[in-house]
């Protein structure tokens, strides 16, 4: 909770949860790359525990694989850029925090290929359009509607 903006405005005070204020970055707070005090007596470091968040997940695969771009992608063969989720794990885990809610991944890193943007785009794309629409994070249906790979929510009841 925010308590007190600072002088620039680039800098506040917030009260955490457990109680604790700290001065955090406003971009770090909003963007969601910090939400709590990071006191780890308090605050399990999320990249350490049994569910990993969506961000520790991917930081996993370049440890235990490294980096996609040293690889060829999955779907074209060109350089990858990153590592693509291929919604196979049955664990299937889904983001509930930060910048990521939503977003559906898994803690184990044999569950992704390497991929360059364009195949992971398409990838994901697809994948969202396949997948039951409850089942869908709000940005990967925004993507599949602008790239017409799902039905616009207004025109469904045109066509019924």
Wanted: glycine fraction near 6%; charge should be positive.
């Amino acid at each position: 909770m925010l308590t007190e903006r600072l002088g620039d405005h680039r800098r506040a005070r917030f009260r955490c949860d457990c109680g604790t204020v700290k001065e955090l970055k406003l971009s770090n707070v909003t963007g969601g790359r910090t939400s709590d005090c990071a006191d780890r007596g308090r605050h399990p470091d999320p990249r350490h525990i049994e569910r990993p968040t969506y961000s520790a997940a991917h930081q996993r695969i370049v440890a235990a694989r490294g980096r996609a771009s040293e690889l060829l992608c999955f779907r074209c063969g060109r350089r990858a850029d990153q590592w693509a989720y291929l919604s196979a794990d049955p664990d299937q885990l889904i983001e509930e925090h930060g910048r990521e809610v939503g977003f559906t991944y898994s803690a184990d890193p044999q569950h992704y290929a390497p991929a360059c943007r364009p195949c992971h785009r398409t990838w994901d794309a697809a994948r969202a359009a396949a997948a039951p629409r409850h089942a869908l994070s709000l940005v990967h249906h925004a993507y599949a509607v602008a790239h017409g790979l799902v039905p616009h929510p207004g025109d469904e009841a045109e066509h019924h």
